[in-house]
């Protein structure tokens, strides 16, 4: 069997379309409000850290980021001692070569750190369409665990 050009890009094509469903489907709903890493995860302060969020998820799940805040946060057992220490506020570019994704470094603040398990918090807020037509904004978000010493 000789296979021409077109039958190999006919069939790379077919391979695709059935793939790209599947893809979508293996979004859990976990990742609903996107995805957040840093790096590294021990950190202690002045120290210099990565946050990455990935939206591809969220995408496809219908949430669509205008505004994101990165915190840390202490998530159990706050004593009110311990409050949220925004680390930044962006907003997507959709015009970005990479609109589904968002990146930044930074140095961790000089603040007054305890001995707690922290996290860093990703609040998503995006539009969603009211019963009568109108839109309004509401927030989700997913969090990273670090370690601060």
Do not use: K, W
Request: hydrophobic share 40%.
């Amino acid at each position: 069997m000789q296979l021409s050009f077109s039958t190999v890009l006919a069939s790379l094509a077919a391979v695709i379309a059935v793939a790209t469903p599947a893809a979508a489907q293996q979004c859990s709903q976990a990742t609903r409000f996107g995805v957040v890493n840093v790096s590294p995860t021990t950190l202690s302060p002045g120290d210099t850290f990565t946050v990455t969020a990935n939206f591809t998820c969220a995408a496809q799940l219908g949430v669509h980021p205008q505004y994101t805040d990165y915190y840390i946060e202490v998530p159990v057992n706050n004593n009110g001692h311990e409050p949220p220490i925004l680390l930044a506020r962006r907003t997507l570019n959709a015009s970005s070569p990479t609109p589904l994704l968002d990146q930044f470094t930074m140095q961790l603040p000089y603040a007054y750190y305890f001995n707690a398990s922290y996290v860093v918090i990703l609040d998503v807020t995006y539009p969603v369409t009211g019963t009568d037509g109108s839109s309004y904004s509401v927030v989700g978000g997913i969090e990273s665990p670090i370690t601060i010493l």
